[in-house]
């Protein structure tokens, strides 16, 4: 499975670029194995190279596995420290040795008579500012889950959350340099824009986590189905004949792996043979649930052969468009607008092209996509633009495009926020990943930067 963000991550660090990171897109998914989330990968490649160099210290003849395991955490801890902190649960130690080690370079207010005492997350806010100010202590990971309820970039500010913003700034400002080497905070949050601009400012860099690709997919099936193969309880776990691997992978395209996996157990409840069926169901109603019902995913039924007239769009888009789509050419067209009144057939032609064409067809609902609450549009078209992403090649139907065109009663400015990510994704996608069909009853007020 691809983990290419964390590789960016390490990057920055080696350059000390920053210190403090923004983890934005799929946080509540699977970044690589089964049952492992993120905080757990993130601690696992914390500590996978402070395990690795103490392995190699030992004298000859010890294995580290061997070792009591309150020595192996012991001896971790005096290496390197991994918290997560929640606004539900505070800061949660692996261990009992990590706290000791974090007590001793920020020790507690009732241990410390010159600190005055607090709670929550101001306290231990605190104490974390204390520990990475000290030269002295080892390098710590802290992983700030829930970033967006924390520093909800939409609600109004409030006294306690202006001084914990006023924490993670200062450290960003400088090097959060460590006795050993280099400390790390990380910021989760589904969205980017989610939280306070101010936390988006100086030392800090912002890495998505995308979803996992067609290839990502492919090799978590087969994990999870060899696993089952092994398991005497799940051995009955199988794929309908005629079903392939690869082809589930392709079914399950806009899912991470938690919703894959999802999909996999729903099809062993239902008698341990994973159909198309089974699987088409089960992911439609994920996407539905995970995308806001922003986007549908439809498998028309409909072709070419039952549509009346538009002969040369129809050749022009089975003879041209279809080989420049299927092989990723970055000289396909990215689209095209079909405009007419009522009735005239613009939307079944997007049917019929999908089924044409053999591709999924992904209907984007332009009423859901503006939301009355502040912010909400910018969250829809995020969660619009990964979702085409990564059901490419696909046809994207987007129906009455006009709907999310800047009109003159928008006083809110959200219409042209929307139509600039519009115009970012469709330049920045490659071309050969979609093909976009906007239809419109009023071609007039189509900005001509779209077309």
């Known amino acids: 499975m691809s983990t290419n963000w964390y590789k960016e991550v390490i990057d920055i660090l080696s350059i000390q670029q920053a210190e403090v990171f923004i983890l934005h897109g799929d946080v509540h998914g699977y970044p690589e194995f089964p049952g492992e989330m993120l905080g757990d990968f993130l601690r696992r490649m914390t500590w996978a190279p402070i395990r690795k160099q103490l392995e190699d210290e030992l004298p000859e003849g010890e294995v580290w596995i061997d070792l009591p395991q309150e020595q192996q955490d012991r001896q971790l801890a005096e290496k390197g420290l991994f918290f997560s902190l929640s606004p539900a649960s505070g800061l949660t130690f692996a261990n009992g040795a990590q706290q000791e080690v974090f007590d001793r370079y920020a020790p507690s207010p009732e241990s410390n008579p010159f600190a005055a005492p607090g709670n929550g997350l101001l306290d231990w806010f605190a104490r974390l500012h204390t520990y990475f100010r000290n030269p002295d202590a080892v390098p710590l990971t802290l992983v700030l889950e829930d970033a967006d309820l924390l520093f909800d970039g939409d609600g109004p500010l409030v006294e306690p959350e202006r001084i914990l913003i006023s924490y993670i700034r200062s450290w960003a400002n400088t090097p959060l340099v460590a006795g050993s080497g280099l400390h790390r905070v990380f910021l989760v949050t589904p969205f980017e824009q989610g939280i306070r601009s101010a936390l988006r400012q100086g030392r800090v860099a912002s890495v ?57 157990y729903r099809a062993e409840l239902e008698g341990g043979v994973i159909t198309r069926g089974i699987a088409q169901a089960r992911k439609d109603a994920l996407v539905s649930q995970a995308y806001a019902g922003i986007i549908e995913i439809q498998y028309p039924e409909m072709g070419f052969d039952d549509i009346v007239g538009f002969e040369a769009l129809k050749a022009y888009m089975t003879g041209y468009v279809y080989r420049k789509l299927i092989t990723a050419d970055r000289r396909c067209p990215k689209g095209c607008i079909l405009s007419g009144p009522p009735g005239v057939g613009k939307s079944v032609f997007a049917m019929g092209l999908a089924h044409a064409l053999k591709l999924p067809l992904v209907v984007v609902r332009t009423d859901r996509i503006k939301n009355k609450f502040v912010g909400e549009s910018n969250k829809n078209m995020a969660r619009l633009c990964e979702g085409i992403v990564t059901l490419a090649p696909a046809i994207v139907l987007i129906d009455e495009i006009d709907k999310v065109m800047p009109s003159g009663d928008d006083s809110t400015g959200v219409s042209q926020e929307i139509l600039g990510q519009l115009q970012t994704f469709m330049a920045e996608i490659p071309r050969g990943k979609a093909f976009f069909i906007g239809t419109t009853n009023y071609p007039g007020i189509i900005p001509r930067a779209l077309l």
Do not use: M
């Open 208 to 264: 998505k986590i995308p979803l996992p690709d067609e290839e990502s997919r492919k090799g978590f099936i087969a994990l999870v189905l060899d696993n089952a193969a092994e398991d005497p309880e799940r051995s009955d776990l199988q794929l309908e004949e005629g079903l392939t691997r690869t082809q589930l992978a392709h079914i399950t395209g806009a899912l991470n792996l938690v919703h894959v996996e999802d999909v996999i």
